[in-house]
């Protein structure tokens, strides 16, 4: 049960993109398409941005997208915007009922 | 409304026991899969636990195995985590989540659990 690994930080300007990426293995992220996304203020409780490795739950803007290749799963922001600085984790399912976070990313918008 | 509300947590002594509770309320309960995620101040999320919709099946994050044991009411709609032997690393605030296609898909508010002598 390692921790998915995530950059620590991440930066962009508004309007532009940014790409955070999560790399797993076969055993997780590699192995089902079940990764997810979260968005997370400070103290305040994380909220589902990205299901399945891209699917947008309704109410998510669609400058949120995700993608998977091999056992690396990431999540792009288009458009960047001020309230789009948050911390952003993935979350994969790893087998047997088994589930895995990655370390979390701090998007900062310059 | 549909919700998820944690309550339990508090300061507890190293070794000590205590248990979380998570009443959900607006939605179907009996047929939701639900997990405990934690984090530790300043830290990211950890995944700690599992439950199937009938209680059938539970799963651990290795660091809390024997330790830590979920389970449901499905007649009160509410989830528990009893935790023993707690250690200083449990420190944390502990969210109850919904899952839905293996993702979590609604978040309580979260519960604050202190293990500190």
């Known amino acids: 049960q390692s921790a998915l690994t995530q950059p620590p930080s991440a930066s962009g300007s508004p309007g532009q993109s940014v790409t955070i990426s999560c790399t797993g293995s076969s055993s997780d992220i590699g192995g089902y398409n079940f990764v997810s996304w979260y968005q997370q203020y400070p103290g305040k409780a994380p909220k589902l941005m990205i299901s399945?490795?891209?699917r947008r739950p309704s109410g998510v803007p669609d400058r949120f997208s995700g993608s998977k290749s091999g056992n690396t799963a990431s999540l792009t922001v288009s458009g960047l915007q001020a309230e789009d600085e948050a911390d952003y984790y993935c979350f994969s399912y790893a087998g047997s009922d088994n589930w895995v976070f990655g370390g979390g990313t701090r998007l900062t918008v310059l | 409304e549909v919700q998820l509300v944690e309550s339990g947590g508090g300061l507890v002594q190293p070794g000590g026991s205590l248990r979380l509770s998570c009443a959900a309320s607006?939605?179907?309960?009996?047929?939701?899969?639900m997990h405990w995620v934690r984090q530790a101040p300043g830290k990211g999320l950890v995944w700690v636990s599992h439950i199937n919709s009938d209680g059938s099946t539970t799963t651990y994050a290795d660091s809390v195995k024997g330790r830590f044991t979920i389970s449901r009411d499905n007649a009160k709609s509410t989830v528990f985590l009893q935790m023993n032997s707690l250690k200083a690393e449990d420190t944390g605030v502990y969210y109850c989540?919904?899952?839905?296609?293996?993702?979590?898909?609604?978040w309580g508010q979260g519960t604050m659990v202190t293990v500190s002598s």
């Open positions: 399945e490795v891209d």
């Open positions: 607006g939605f179907m309960f009996r047929n939701s899969w």
């Open positions: 989540t919904r899952d839905r296609s293996y993702a979590s898909d609604m």
